[in-house]
DNA sequence: TGTACATCAGTGAACGCGCGTTCACTGATGTAC
DNA sequence: TGTACATCAGTGAACGCGCGTTCACTGATGTAC
């Protein structure tokens, strides 16, 4: 749906790199444009007439979903090998850490990307089903992280009367099962409250919230990430 | 310079209703919308010509800071006013219970005036200095319960071995005078972590980040709520 | 192996649209004497 | 109190612009026999 199909061999392959650069040079234009992405400055600055760009998406809301499924996916990519790139896979602060620090230097790397998957909805757009996987990868990381950190008795035991009212017991128990963790829900419930602060922190800094305010933002980032391991509960 | 004066008194009265008017009908228009907002598009509503409406506005982008000034204010006022109203000044945790409920009703009612000021900058738009004023209104109400909550020793100590960098501590320290909390360092830095997951998770709601995978919304939202307080250390 | 035909990428013109902003203007409303 | 003048709100035409999308077309590249 998103990207017209061809059998052919070479020309699968030139056209397989044609949208590939279509999508590198939106990428581009998002970046210093924000999301208002016009089919036909990319058209331009590939030098092509705008209608041939037709070929390859069916209309603009195609290549935004292009585009949107790419960010997913190269921010679940890079959790994920921040995640793997932590040799002792039993320093599970040390992978929180890690992964959570790739989230936010891919985001501020990218920050126009990270808009279009965490920011303000494009107004007119819906995003498709095809969509959700790709979004759902970089909290499969997390999902890791706790499982492990469970399993390997490093997580102190979640307060058992903080009140959890049965609908959203089953929901969070629902993400468990989801997102591989198959932890308990208490312990769940606090992963998804770091989560959302991190997630947080990162629209502060990139949305300019604490612009004039705080400086020392790798510090304060770390310092977010140390509150919130130590709000789960992880040990050293 | 945002809107132009006029000195007599009935024609300013009606100049001023003028204005309001213009606003309203932008508000709504962003409201279905998104920050696309159109000039022409808003005086076509109000059954004038588009020029007119340079009698109000300098252009589009001064309209546009009315109502991020405004939309800062109302949310500051919402959040004054959910904490003035819980009558028992000493109920802490009630009163954080209070504004922040409050904050998220006030973004899930207008999402897209929420959006205007917490979501993702529009792309061309620079916001003047005269939004920084109403943007800190709202964390004031922060500084206050934390500020009431320390000195009625109703926050348990923060970890003093928690590592607060230098450059940070100052800036933290900072923020704690500016907002009138007059609080120690790391209870601040905790109030602000809280207060970033706070508006992570308005941001992840409203943004659509957890549809289809939590309905309980009120519940949930009480759960982080309820986690954050914990975090700060309020008791009951 | 060579030829006839089908597929495909890219063209260029056109459609109909909406936008922000400027400018000279008309009347109505207020102000000063 | 009445008149002359200045201020102001709103008009209507125009500027120059960019946009997404459709459509009939031209060549070049691949495929089947």
Redesign the pocket.
């Known amino acids: 749906m998103a990207v017209?199909k061809?059998?052919?061999?070479?020309?699968a392959r030139v056209?397989a790199e044609?949208i590939e650069e279509i999508k590198a040079v939106a990428r581009r234009q998002i970046a210093t444009e924000g999301a208002a992405?016009?089919?036909?400055?990319v058209s331009?600055e590939l030098?092509?007439?705008?209608?041939?760009l037709?070929?390859?998406f069916d209309?603009?809301?195609d290549l935004l979903t292009a585009l949107i499924i790419d960010a997913y996916n190269a921010l679940g990519e890079a959790a994920e090998s921040a995640d793997a790139a932590v040799a002792d896979r039993s320093d599970l602060l040390g992978r929180w850490r890690a992964v959570t620090t790739a989230l936010r230097a891919w985001s501020l790397d990218r920050p126009h990307e990270y808009a279009l998957i965490y920011g303000s909805p494009v107004p007119g757009y819906a995003a498709p089903e095809d969509t959700v996987p790709p979004a759902t990868r970089p909290v499969l990381v997390l999902g890791a992280i706790l499982a492990d950190a469970k399993a390997a008795g490093r997580l102190v035991e979640a307060d058992p009367d903080t009140p959890v009212p049965d609908a959203l017991r089953a929901e969070i128990a629902g993400i468990a099962d989801l997102i591989g963790a198959g932890v308990d829900v208490p312990t769940m419930a606090r992963g998804l409250v770091a989560w959302t602060q991190i997630f947080g922190a990162i629209n502060f800094e990139l949305f300019g919230r604490i612009d004039n305010t705080i400086d020392a933002r790798d510090d304060w980032f770390a310092y977010q990430v140390r509150a919130m391991a130590e709000f789960i509960g992880l040990r050293d």
């Open positions: 017209k061809t059998a052919g061999s070479i020309r056209r044609m992405l016009s089919l036909r400055a331009r030098g092509m007439v705008s209608s041939a037709y070929r390859y209309n603009r809301d």
